[in-house]
């Protein structure tokens, strides 16, 4: 937004003069200067007042040393009005003083002459550097150069009218800066964009009885008021919204309301662009409501041949009656009832605009060019899409000879250069509108649309309403015209066309297998889930008859992410249909069954490797056409076990022939099947597999196959906690006594207590260290004991602060070891790796075993009993080394007392000696004996 100010007193200041205004700073941009007033141009200042993130900076030009700068020495406060004063005096020395709300800031003594100056002067943003972001209030410039006691009167007299009457008494708001979204005028055309003024709303009483149109507005604005200021900037565009509406409303759709009478009168939809293009914000429901209030709205009902963008009913507003009573009442809200717009009459205003819009839908002749883009050659990339590319032909074609009838002397080009992203469908002008809205191709976009049926209408719109900004359709042509000129033609792409697209041959179409009609009094089964009354007569077959599930069986999270439940209605397995509609039936003596005898399920899997699978038909109602055989299921009975190369089941021991794998078998009976509600049927809703039809034909795997996919046979399911019946229930356990299972902590808490500081704890687990002893005996210490977290002993105290984590007390276990003892590192259980579990069964002696070692460690040693300094090479021989790290954490506690030779003190006797049967005690002890505590 760029305001200026002209006069002759004003362009020639020169000796001295005084500026004053208010500053309201809403944000501070880093390392950039902005603009809060400019008198001069690109290249001569005088003065410039200009903003470095808070801190102000005037800058003036002289004549012979370049400029002089003065620098505030106060910052700017956000989101607070500040008073401003420049002071300028020029004698033999230029004399500037500046002040911040009425106090001097700073001065300076200028000894060259300053610049004169005859250019234009900018407030709150000039051409040349950003905008202030913000607002600026009374702008007041004086032709002498104002004293201290005069700056400090005019700031007290501001604070006390602001303080009074809540606005300032003169200019009001003269800048105010916006984020406005982009329009598609060119930049040579530019509408002029009005402020923001902060209208003063009468005092309403809401209890009074609305009866006028001013009236219902003065209580929609009171409950409204951020909209009255831009109502107040939309009226400003009366002519030119009019006009636009008026040149629209010539390709509304024709029906006729209760008036009979559809003059002046536009869709919702199509006042909004118009006024995008003037960046006024309205929504579509801000303007329904307004015209309600103004009693200019009607909804209207289309029929098939008259529906525009696809509605059935719509919005529909008297432009005429909306933007004259809000014209009218800005007018009387802002100046008074005396106020009467300088303008022509209102027969002779209207008879003008007509004239106008007329003139527009005269002049359509325009030689101008349109590009519209769609794709084409679908096949190729139908491995990510599936759409139909005679479609979007027959949609170009239908859009090109409206167009046509529209603007007959326009050239359309279709993918001029080349079709656009995969499903899409679009229509540009090149080289029109402002270049930074343009793409890459110099195109202006007027529609755009994806995976969807274009249309016509609001292209119509888009391309009327880009006219009428540049007059009509022949100043159009030729500002395109003058751009070829200027920027040349671009290469177009092989497949571009100025006609009407081709139309591939239709796809050839799969009919559907055509519907068997049966007897009204025959007999059919229906194959309905959930349905309760399966069998039925045809001819009692209706609407109600069938109480069923349409959905599928949806088996559980193995996270508890989802509960079991029909994808329907999310009920139980047993719960009764949720839908009633026709029964879905075959005739009774047809019904296939589908056999679910299986074999053992594989421990890897958990699902079975053989099932029968095989379809049959019930021996309840074929009749005599079908006698179930003894030996007509086959099966094995247990799964497949991969050893040498091979796969041989467990149950008969034969090898599995890849080539015929579904002619082996070791069980022969009678088929069998399930239905609802056993939950074995669960069976029957197997896993899906994903294909595109366009790279594979796979064909349906057969029952037999698929069954081994069903999560029927997945046990890692868990069962599924609503989330709010699992947030009532610790709310109703919040105050109840939990016991803290963090390390180091074996605290008792409330987790109404508990918080993100609550716990000191350790968060990693327990190393046990590792070390040995040679056979000199010197102990070797690779790493000592301690917390994987810190480092610390297994006394030190936790290290970090966090939430307690433990089950109720009342629901906990009895737990005999507690940290700090010693027994509590029995919870420390080791993880072993699958090669360290087969090493660790060779190491595991029976008794007799280890009392033979004992006996050929005293035999080598050339004595009866095992002295106690030889305790080590008895423990090295029966590898304790290695059961250290089992499972069974009973030997790592052995491990370390014989490091620390506690061992030996606790099983040698009087004589210094270990005796056999107390060390094979000691070896077999269970970790409850040898930490006891």
């Known amino acids: 937004v760029i305001q200026s100010i002209e006069g002759k007193e004003f362009n020639s200041l020169e000796k001295e003069y005084s500026i004053s205004m208010w500053v309201y700073l809403e944000k501070v941009l880093k390392n950039r200067k902005v603009t809060v007033l400019h008198k001069g141009d690109e290249t001569c200042s ?47 020395i230029t004399e500037v003083s500046f002040y911040l709300n009425g106090k001097m800031d700073s001065e300076i003594a200028v000894n060259n002459p300053i610049v004169k100056n005859e250019s234009k002067c900018y407030i709150g943003k000039d051409p040349w550097s950003h905008g202030f972001r913000g607002s600026i209030a009374e702008p007041l410039f004086f032709f002498n150069f104002l004293s201290p006691e005069e700056v400090q009167k005019m700031y007290l007299h501001g604070c006390e009218n602001w303080k009074t009457t809540n606005t300032f008494g003169s200019t009001d708001l003269f800048y105010e800066e916006k984020i406005q979204l982009n329009s598609t005028f060119p930049s040579e055309m530019n ?39 831009r109502v107040a900037q939309l009226v400003d565009y009366f002519d030119w919204l009019f006009t636009i509406y008026r040149i629209l409303r010539s390709g509304m759709p024709t029906y006729k309301d209760d008036e009979g009478n559809l003059e002046d009168k536009i869709e919702v939809d199509r006042m909004l662009p118009p006024m995008r293009q003037v960046k006024l914000h309205f929504t579509r429901k801000e ?33 005429l009656v909306f933007l004259e009573t809000l014209r009218d009442y800005v007018d009387l809200v802002e100046f008074g009832e005396e106020f009467h717009r300088p303008s022509l009459e209102p027969e002779e205003r209207y008879a003008h605009l007509y004239k106008v819009a007329e003139e527009f839908l005269e002049s359509k002749g325009g030689n101008f060019e349109i590009l519209m883009d769609y794709c084409t050659n679908c096949a190729s990339h139908q491995t990510t899409t599936w759409h139909d590319q005679r479609e979007y032909a027959l949609w170009y074609n239908e859009i090109y000879a409206k167009l046509l009838d529209e603007f007959p002397a326009c050239e359309i080009v279709g993918n001029k250069y080349g079709p656009p992203a995969i499903g899409g469908f679009g229509v540009y002008i090149e080289g029109i509108g402002n270049p930074k809205l343009r793409d890459r191709l110099d195109r202006l976009k007027l529609y755009k649309v994806k995976n969807k049926k274009p249309s016509a209408q609001e292209i119509i719109d888009a391309i009327c309403l880009v006219a009428y900004i540049y007059k009509d359709t022949l100043e159009l042509a030729q500002f395109q015209q003058k751009f070829r000129e200027e920027h040349g033609e671009k290469n177009r792409h092989p497949d571009s066309h100025n006609e009407t697209a081709p139309v591939p041959e239709p796809a050839r179409v799969t009919y559907k297998k055509k519907r068997v009609e049966y007897e009204p009094d025959e007999e059919l089964y229906c194959r309905n889930w959930a349905c309760q009354n399966k069998v039925y007569i045809n001819m009692k077959n209706h609407k109600k008859a069938c109480r069923y599930h349409p959905g599928r069986w949806e088996f559980g999270s193995i996270h508890a992410l989802w509960p079991e439940n029909w994808t329907c209605c999310r009920g139980d397995w047993e719960s009764t249909g949720c839908t009633y509609g026709f029964h879905r039936g075959i005739p009774n003596s047809k019904v296939p069954k589908q056999c679910v005898n299986r074999g053992e399920p594989n421990p890897s899997t958990k699902a079975p490797d053989s099932v029968c699978g095989m379809t049959f038909p019930d021996p309840s109602t074929c009749g005599k056409k079908y006698k179930p055989a003894q030996d007509e299921c086959k099966y094995h009975a247990g799964y497949k076990q991969f050893k040498q190369g091979l796969y041989v089941w467990s149950c008969c021991g034969q090898e599995e022939d890849p080539k015929l794998p579904e002619f082996t078998y070791c069980v022969e ?8 509600p056993d939950e074995e049927a669960k069976i029957y809703f197997v896993t899906k597999t994903n294909s595109n039809p366009a790279v594979s034909k796979e064909t349906k795997a057969s029952f037999a196959q698929s069954a081994k996919t069903s999560r029927f046979f997945n046990p890692e399911i868990k069962p599924y906690t609503n989330p709010k019946e699992r947030r009532k229930m610790m709310e109703s356990l919040a105050n109840e006594p939990r016991h803290c299972l963090n390390h180091a902590c074996e605290t008792v808490y409330k987790e109404s207590e508990n918080h ?41 105290p936790g290290c970090k602060l966090t939430r307690h984590s433990g089950p109720l007390v009342s629901k906990m276990p009895e737990r005999k070891w507690k940290w700090p003892s010693e027994g509590a590192k029995r919870y420390f259980m080791k993880k072993v790796s699958k090669l360290w579990q087969d090493k660790l069964k060779t190491e595991n002696l029976t008794r007799k075993q280890v009392e033979k070692k004992y006996d050929q460690v005293c035999k080598e040693s050339n004595c009866l009993n095992l002295p106690s300094d030889l305790l080590h090479r008895l423990c090295l021989a029966l590898h304790l080394h290695i059961l250290c790290v089992s499972d069974d954490i009973s030997f790592m506690f052995k491990y370390q007392d014989v490091i620390s030779r506690e061992a030996e003190r606790m099983l040698s006797d009087k004589q210094g000696n270990i005796d056999k049967e107390a060390f094979l005690d000691w070896w077999f002890a269970p970790i409850e004996k040898i930490r006891p505590e």
């Not at 410039?48 to 370049?66: A, H, Y």
């Not at 001013?214 to 951020?226: A, G, M, S, T, V």
Request: with cysteine; charged share 25%; glycine share 4%.
């Open 756 to 796: 993100e500081k609550a716990c000191k704890c350790h968060t990693g687990y327990w190393d046990f260290g590792h070390s040995g002893i040679l056979k000199a005996r010197e102990t070797i210490v690779l790493w000592e004991p301690h917390w994987r977290c810190c480092g610390g002993k297994w006394e030190d």
């Open 669 to 676: 009976s009678t088929h069998r099947f399930v239905d609802w």
């Open 46 to 92: 005088q003065p410039n007042i200009s903003l470095l993130e808070k801190t102000l900076v005037v800058k003036l030009d002289c004549q012979r040393n370049g400029s002089e700068s003065l620098i505030a020495t106060t910052d700017l406060q956000l989101k607070k009005w500040t008073h401003l004063a420049l002071c300028v005096k020029q004698e033999d």
């Open 191 to 229: 509408p002029p964009v009005l402020l923001e003024t902060p209208l003063k709303t009468k005092q309403l009483d809401t209890e009074s009885e609305v009866v006028s149109s001013f009236e219902r507005l003065d209580k929609f604005f009171y409950q409204n008021p951020k909209m009255l200021p």
């Open 287 to 319: 303007l329904v409501e307004i015209a309600k209030v103004l009693g200019c709205h009607q909804v209207v009902n289309y029929n098939e041949d008259q529906q525009w963008n696809d509605l059935v009913t719509d919005d529909i507003v008297n432009y």
